[in-house]
């Protein structure tokens, strides 16, 4: 689908008849410009922490390591979009946005090449099922097309939110044709296509954590749900 996650088919005032990837029939709802977004969706399963994907491309605000009240303010980038020697963050592309709870879309154009990026980021929330709606988890699809004349090589450049130091261990980014790679404290993990004019790509990801033991502010001890079922933070990935 062109514009994949998503294409508009009517806008007035914001409101648009969706034809959507999920959707047999378009649906109604609200694509915002990202960058006129105030808030983005919140991923991370239910209990477990979560992190906000806002309008402008950056992760926001983040308690999957127990920042909890308030939640970490990041605003950082986490996709980077390379082809050749061009680095492109999410955040300098023009983003079109549609939030539907659990599920984040963003369609992303870029002035400096030919290339279009779909994103759809959603969390493992399940009406009815308690113990795979506790996942602390969130689950990526980045499609990239190349619209221009010319076979380009991508290379996806992925950093989620950085874990406290000495933690790096406790996150876990996996996937079909990605490899991650620990440097420091920071995680990052890439990804790579090469297309041919017209073509397509999806590569599809997914961020795990294990921070089950936290303290509140009057410093009793507490243990996540999700830390009776997970090992860590590759048993979580893996399931």
């Avoid at 399940?126 to 090589?153: Q, R």
């Avoid at 130091?165 to 404290?185: P, Q």
Wanted: aromatic content about 10%; proline content about 7%; some cysteine.
């Amino acid at each position: 689908m062109a514009g994949w996650p998503f294409t508009k088919d009517v806008v007035r005032n914001g409101w648009a008849s969706i034809q959507a990837s999920g959707f047999d029939l378009p649906v109604p709802g609200c694509v915002y410009d990202g960058s006129r977004l105030d808030g983005g969706i919140p991923l991370g399963g239910l209990g477990t922490g979560y992190f906000t994907l806002e309008g402008s491309g950056k992760i926001g605000h983040c308690s999957i390591y127990n920042d909890i009240v308030p939640p970490r303010v990041d605003y950082k980038e986490w996709l980077t979009v390379c082809v050749g020697e061009t680095r492109m963050p999410l955040s300098t592309a023009e983003i079109a946005y549609w939030g539907h709870y659990p599920i984040a879309d963003l369609v992303a154009d870029f002035s400096e090449k030919p290339l279009a990026v779909g994103v759809r980021a959603f969390s493992p929330f399940i009406v009815g099922d308690a113990a795979d709606s506790n996942i602390p988890a969130a689950l990526f699809e980045i499609n990239v097309e190349n619209h221009g004349s010319e076979t380009i090589t991508v290379e996806l450049v992925i950093t989620p939110p950085k874990p406290p130091s000495g933690k790096v261990e406790n996150i876990t980014l996996a996937g079909d044709g990605v490899t991650a790679e620990i440097k420091g404290d920071t995680l990052q993990a890439r990804w790579a296509a090469t297309l041919a004019p017209g073509a397509s790509q999806r590569c599809r990801l997914v961020l795990a954590w294990y921070f089950p033991y936290w303290r509140d502010k009057g410093n009793e001890a507490h243990v996540h749900r999700y830390g009776a079922r997970f090992s860590g933070a590759d048993a979580v990935a893996a399931y």
